[in-house]
């Protein structure tokens, strides 16, 4: 392995419930603060405590955010997947183990390189209380590797301080661990690693931050006030960054009182069910869940488009179907989120890739869910949502205000004639509401599922329905030039080729572009931010003769949805996939395309015209 | 349609204290099967809050999927009303109570709807004390689907297809009772001086206050072994109470004989004047509500009147501690930390 500076995968072997998590992010903390671009990810398994977890950090000079393959140096405290983990090296890499006991042969690879650090031994020496002895045990294996690597002690006790703030007892024993690895290593080995760090000037203003919090946060900032939600990972922590927000800025100093409520529901059902009857009522409400719960929302969500009632959905995806890899991280509710429901469905969504997105994407949704009197659904996923991500700053402008739509007040009731509810008076298929006690004897209407007229009346008739399934499509032709636009990267010579992206696969896909070039693979690319496509999405695939579509499922149900929305010829769009429950990367993408180019442009010995 | 309201109405129809007559009550004319029970329950709805002096707009009527979760169109017409999906109004109605604590809410049911696909919301409606009022109109049989057995029809009725149910009836008061609904009452929908003072009451109490009526369905399930036909309801019925609700404002204590009443009071200070039938009845003690409730099961009995009430608890609002002012009223000042807050939040994540 050549020698890296800041450009390099360490991944932890841990034990669930060991307490390794905070110190492998005390870690990857300390290479943000140098100001080297990092990217942590969890890579845990479905249960509670006891089995194999890990821990991928990757240090990027460059500024490469998403997974990489290979791991240059494996720290491994899990005897249980020890084989595993000596597998997982890359050839010339690093192994960090527990020598304590000695290394079985079968261990032993002749092209890694071993570091054996008695962790079990230092710990028992050091420290009586066995808890004490495993939490320790983490933080000594962090000052080796701080030793290794070139991590700057003074960030490190900077980090520590911090988090101990209130319980500064606890901030003696942790130096002390720290420094027993920094020691160990300095009498032991040759260090710095040739991988290792080097302080830089990267990160600027950038935050660290999982995507959930910054959904909560931006909840909170666009004026939710009713939460109701039902425990499923990977979006349990959006209702709880949103309460633990809440509790901190909602509070009124003086009675106590709330200004929202939250209420863990009995099931994704009736989360749903209050989200609805909260937003029909006028309060900003929203929900976060996972698959199964999408699933079990349909009715709800079907109600709520054509009742038109206005409502957020956060969805948090994981790996299905059924209850699947519910630890582990796909893009495979894009269909049943985009139609959910029977009979003539679509909802809006919301697909953002980075904390700062999430932020803002979720504080807007309960503008474009009050505007298009719809639900709207923010499509993340487990990788953005429970993973720490270097992203820009959040910002707010404090001249913004919420834009409820069209909701009448009395005396706007009183300066019309008959009030219709489902009435398209401005033609833009949104009608006007009202909140429910707004008028003695005006603007009440009744809401159903069922079909009605345009003032709200139930009918059967087959022409009255047939107005409002048609009223529901200008709607949402309306709805596309009020959605995030995409974003385009295009250079300005045009390549015939493009590719498609949105979400967690952009950083990797960014990444693969680059790798592309240099084999002298041009590519124009689009992030798509939400659904419905505006016309941008048509002509970026209309000027382009093959268009690859990246996503993280296996049926390709972007590329789905955009041949059923924009009539594409379905042999353009070109799939591009992962589906393995790991976050895509860069060289899965590079090596589909290149492939996909090899097979299908004529062999030369020059590069093909049509790829430059 | 069951039946057809005059369009005529006498000019001067009687008012009551805020000005409206019976008429600003009423809702859409019914089209439930003549003679159904629902339509009388939908009635007494209108009696009780004409005679409350209720603002129509400040109700909300939430119901589910059902002949009796289509009532609500037939009462109230100027209340907003919202007819949800199948079992789930609790939930809807749960949300739009945290959103506007300010209005009475309304939520119909049939025993389709809450016993059997909405079980699970029934009973954790109950378990937060929503502060509602929940009707179940409860005929035992499915009506809108055309009377197959519901969860609450008697074991070893006959549908009118024929077929005999095998499996018990669940007994919804009996529930809600040991469930802790803060207001527990039955009631039957042909027995307008009950139930009226009884949803009188139920608009008063001050948390969840459920009433299971029986409703007959006359199309479906009148039939002669049925516990919720009328025949039968007529010869079985065993009151409780005969109940008076008397608002706050008015003068009660000379107004009863001591010794055979109970006056249990409301939140609002108002009172429930009870006038016991059955020996050493306690509206306040939950047990012998439960108990009550079994006996006259085994004896094929169905207890009428409240059965039990607590304004000990506190509703859901109370629990959560919210703001008095409807969050729906809250606007961006209230609401959102701003810049300022947010820079601070961004520091805090480098
Ligand atoms: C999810 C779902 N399943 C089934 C139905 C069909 N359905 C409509 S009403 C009804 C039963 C209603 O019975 P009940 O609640 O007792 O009311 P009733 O009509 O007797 O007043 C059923 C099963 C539905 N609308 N939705
Ligand atoms: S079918 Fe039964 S419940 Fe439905 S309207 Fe007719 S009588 Fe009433």
Redesign the interface.
């Known amino acids: 392995m050549s020698s890296t500076i800041n450009d390099f995968v360490v991944r932890f072997a841990n034990v669930n419930g060991t307490g390794s998590a905070s110190a492998n992010f005390l870690f990857a903390k300390a290479i943000f603060r140098m100001g080297i671009p990092v990217t942590p990810k969890n890579i845990f398994p479905s249960n509670i405590q006891g089995l194999p977890t890990w821990y991928e950090v990757r240090v990027s000079e460059k500024g490469y955010l998403g997974r990489r393959e290979g791991i240059d140096l494996m720290v491994c405290v899990n005897p249980q997947s020890m084989i595993q983990d000596v597998k997982s090296v890359s050839p010339g890499g690093y192994f960090l183990y527990d020598s304590t006991k000695k290394l079985a042969v079968e261990y032993i690879r002749p092209d890694v390189n071993y570091l054996g650090i008695p962790l079990m031994e230092m710990c028992n020496a050091e420290f009586k209380d066995p808890r004490q002895r495993q939490l320790f045990k983490n933080i000594i294996y962090v000052g080796a590797l701080a030793q290794l690597l070139n991590i700057e002690f003074e960030v490190l006790q900077e980090l520590l301080a911090e988090q101990f703030i209130g319980k500064e007892k606890l901030i003696a024993p942790n130096i002390k661990s720290l420094q027993l690895g920094m020691n160990y290593v300095q009498e032991h080995f040759t260090y710095p690693l040739p991988i290792h760090l080097e302080r830089r000037n990267l990160i600027g203003e950038r935050i660290m931050i999982d995507g959930n919090s910054a959904c909560g946060l931006g909840a909170l900032y666009g004026g939710a006030t009713v939460c109701a939600w039902y425990p499923i990972t990977p979006s349990t922590s959006v209702a709880e960054a949103f309460e633990n927000y809440a509790n901190e800025l909602r509070i009124d100093k003086l009675t106590g009182e709330k200004n929202f409520a939250i209420v863990q529901a009995e099931d994704e059902l009736a989360a749903m069910g209050m989200v609805i009857g909260a937003n029909w009522n006028g309060a900003r409400s929203f929900t976060a869940t996972s698959g199964p719960g999408v699933s079990l929302m349909n009715e709800f969500l079907g109600l709520a488009y054509f009742a038109e009632v206005p409502a957020v959905l956060i969805d948090v995806q994981r790996t299905g179907p059924s209850t699947g890899m519910p630890t582990r991280t796909q893009q495979s509710d894009i269909q049943l989120a985009a139609y959910a429901s029977h009979g003539d469905t679509r909802h809006i969504l919301l697909l953002p890739s980075t904390p700062k997105e999430c932020f803002e994407m979720t504080a807007q949704s309960f503008d474009l869910a009050e505007q298009l009197q719809t639900p709207v659904i923010m499509l993340t996923d487990l990788d953005l949502g429970m993973n720490d991500h270097m992203s820009e700053p959040f910002e707010w402008d404090d001249s913004y205000t919420y834009n409820r739509g069209k909701v009448l007040t009395a005396s706007q009731l009183n300066d019309i004639g008959r009030f219709g509810r489902y009435l398209d008076t401005d033609g833009d298929g949104i009608t006007y509401r009202t909140y429910p006690g707004t008028h003695p004897t005006k603007g009440a209407f009744f809401t159903r599922g069922t079909s009605r007229d345009e003032y709200a009346t139930y009918t059967e008739d087959g022409a009255a329905y047939k107005r409002n399934m048609e009223r529901l499509m200008v709607k949402w032709n309306t709805a596309k030039n009020m959605v995030p636009s995409p974003e385009i990267y295009q250079k300005k010579n045009q390549s015939h080729l493009g590719v498609i992206f949105f979400g967690t696969s952009t950083y990797s896909a960014e990444e693969a572009m680059d790798q592309l070039r240099e084999e002298g693979i041009f590519i124009d690319a689009l992030r798509l931010k939400a659904f419905p496509f505006n016309q941008t999405v048509d002509d970026f695939i209309q000027s382009h003769q093959t268009v690859f579509v990246i996503e993280q499922n296996r049926d390709a149900q972007m590329r789905g949805l955009l041949i059923n929305e924009l009539q594409v010829n379905p042999a353009k769009l070109i799939p591009v996939l992962n589906y393995d429950g790991m976050p895509i990367t860069a060289h899965t993408i590079a090596t589909q395309i290149s492939t996909y180019l090899l097979q299908t442009t004529p062999q030369t010995n020059e590069l093909p015209a049509a790829i430059i | 349609m069951s039946y057809l309201r005059p369009l005529f109405r006498h000019p001067k129809l009687p008012t009551n204290k805020i000005g409206y007559t019976k008429k ?1 009550y009423e809702g859409a004319l019914s089209t439930l099967c003549a003679g159904c029970g629902h339509d009388s329950i939908s009635a007494a709805i209108v009696q009780a809050c004409y005679e409350m002096s209720i ?4 109700v ?1 009527k ?1 119901s589910g999927i059902g002949c009796s979760s289509k009532t ?2 037939y009462f109230l ?9 199948h079992g ?1 109004m ?11 604590r ?2 009475v809410y309304f939520g119909v049911s049939g025993d389709g709807d809450s016993a059997s696909i909405g079980m ?2 029934f ?2 409606v109950i378990r ?1 004390n929503l502060n509602m009022v929940y009707i179940v109109m409860n005929n035992g049989c499915y009506g809108l689907t055309k009377g197959q057995d519901s969860a609450t029809a008697d074991e070893g009725s006959k549908s009118k297809s024929g077929s005999v149910n095998p499996f018990q009836a669940i007994d919804l008061a009996s529930l809600a009772v040991e469930l802790g609904a803060t207001f527990v009452a039955q009631s039957f929908s042909g027995d307008k001086q009950q139930l009226v003072p009884l949803i009188k009451a139920a608009i008063h109490h001050k948390g969840f206050a459920f009433i299971n009526v029986i409703s007959p369905c006359v199309t479906f399930n009148n039939n002669p072994g049925s516990t919720k036909s009328y025949d039968y309801v007529r010869e079985h019925v065993e009151a409780t109470s005969t109940v008076d609700f008397v608002p706050e404002k008015r003068e009660i204590k000379a107004y009863y004989d001591e010794g055979t009443d109970t006056l249990v009071t409301m939140h609002d200070g108002s009172y429930l004047h009870l006038h016991k039938l059955a020996k050493d009845w306690d509206p306040q003690n939950r047990i012998s509500a439960a108990n009550a409730l079994q006996k006259a099961r085994a004896k094929g009995e169905i207890l009428t009147g409240l059965l039990y009430v607590n304004t000990d608890f506190k509703e859901l ?1 109370e629990t ?5 002012q409807p ?2 009223t ?3 000042k ?6 300022a ?2 820079a601070s ?2 520091a805090g ?2």
């Open positions: 600003e603002e129509p707009h400040h909300a939430l609500p169109t017409g100027n209340s907003h009303g919202f007819n949800s999906v789930r609790p939930s809807v109605a749960t949300g739009a109570n945290l959103a506007n300010n209005l699970g919301q009973v954790h937060r609002h959560l501690n919210t703001t008095k969050l729906n809250l606007t961006e209230e609401l959102c930390p701003g810049s807050a947010l939040i961004n994540l480098r």
